[in-house]
């Protein structure tokens, strides 16, 4: 198995973290094929970006929860670059936001599509040209704090999330006899164009919640695919690292502690052990 050449695939990578990914790959020397749904100004806007650090970059408008137009995507990526991806980012998702009993079952389909049977697509089609062209590759799967906890009204987002981090670990087990290794990312709260539209206070809100006392950035999510693509981690499969400042292991306590009031020494004892 070999891995000379830095070609990363990126889907949904015009915008918001995808963007960032993308050229934060291309700043650390990958060329980079990207896709989303539409092609318009952000798309152009991202290949000039590529190509003004001295990349390659293509952009191919791509439905990924549709098998045949996932696959007109990466022949067009095997044209343009002549050679098989060695990284896989599955970043494209949706949400949608409704109670369990008011879900709509057109958006229930929507998410799924997308987000899990997107990634799904994604991961089969670029993992064949890897194994092909027998490259150890990485594929990372974007996954979120709905991989661990539910979250209100986004019943079928967090389903999509969970769908994506046991089929990371299935295709870690199976593609490792070709040298693909496959891990998820799963993000806390991270302030991106999106985010701030839909909650002025987000970063606030995200920072009062986060044992390190902060709300995520894009570089956040960008530096741990890197880590991933890269030789460094080279025996790292079948995981998810979570770039969440700890969030998401807080325990939803019921009793004071330290930060909450000020007690004795002898009152915390006495809660911790009740």
Sequence with gaps: ????????????????????????????GWDVAANNLNEDSDAQRLVDDIEQLGRKSLFVACDVGDSVAVDHFYRQVSAHFGRAPSLL?????????????????????RVIRTNLKGTFLNTQRAARLMAEAGVA?????????????AFPNLVDYAASKGGIEML????????GEYGIRV??????????????????????????ITPLGRV???E???????FLAEPQSSFVSGQTLWIDGAAFSKANWPYPTPQDVSVSGSTARAVAAE
């Design 168 to 175: 990371t670990k299935s295709a870690a087990v199976e593609l």
């Design 183 to 208: 891990n998820c990312v799963a993000p806390g709260g991270v302030l991106i164009e999106r985010t701030e539209r839909e909650a002025p206070d987000y970063a606030a809100s995200w920072s009062a």
């Design 216 to 218: 995520g950035i894009v």
């Design 1 to 28: 198995m070999q891995n000379n050449n830095k070609l990363a695939v990126v889907t949904g990578g015009t915008t918001g973290i995808g963007r960032g990914i993308a050229l934060h790959l291309a700043r650390a």
């Design 220 to 226: 956040d999510i960008a530096n741990a695919v890197l």
């Design 137 to 149: 590759g990485s594929i990372v799967n974007i996954g979120s704090g709905c991989n661990k906890l």
């Design 89 to 109: 980012v599955n970043n494209a998702g949706i949400q949608t936001w409704a109670p369990l009993l008011e879900l709509a079952e057109d958006d229930w389909d």
